[in-house]
């Protein structure tokens, strides 16, 4: 009797390690499944912040923009408007008419 209480206990202990390994394995996987998530992500938002700063104007872009333009407080004044290609009798293609 004495050995089948040992048995018992043994089985009911090895259950429980089971289990838990099984459920630290688990718990691994998902780690490791969040981790790549939130690697994808962070490697998304590195690639947007770089197209972020290649494509942010810097203060010279920004002024000649606005003089270009005719905004703010540098309007083009003086300076001679770039014909067209109409004007040019530059005339070719069947996109000639519109410009």
């Not at 942010?56 to 905004?71: D, E, I, M, Y």
């Not at 300076?79 to 996109?95: A, C, D, F, H, P």
Request: glycine share 6%.
């Amino acid at each position: 009797m004495n050995q089948h209480f040992h048995n018992e206990k043994y089985n009911a202990m090895q259950y429980l390690y089971n289990a838990m390994t099984d459920t630290v394995k688990r718990h691994k996987d998902i780690v490791k499944t969040q981790s790549a998530a939130i690697q994808s992500i962070n490697n998304q938002i590195q690639r947007h912040s770089e197209t972020e700063d290649m494509h942010a104007p810097t203060n010279t872009t920004a002024v000649l923009c606005s003089v270009v333009a005719g905004s703010g407080n540098r309007k083009a004044s003086g300076v001679q408007r770039l014909k067209t290609n109409k004007e040019n009798g530059m005339q070719s293609g069947m996109w000639a008419d519109l410009f």
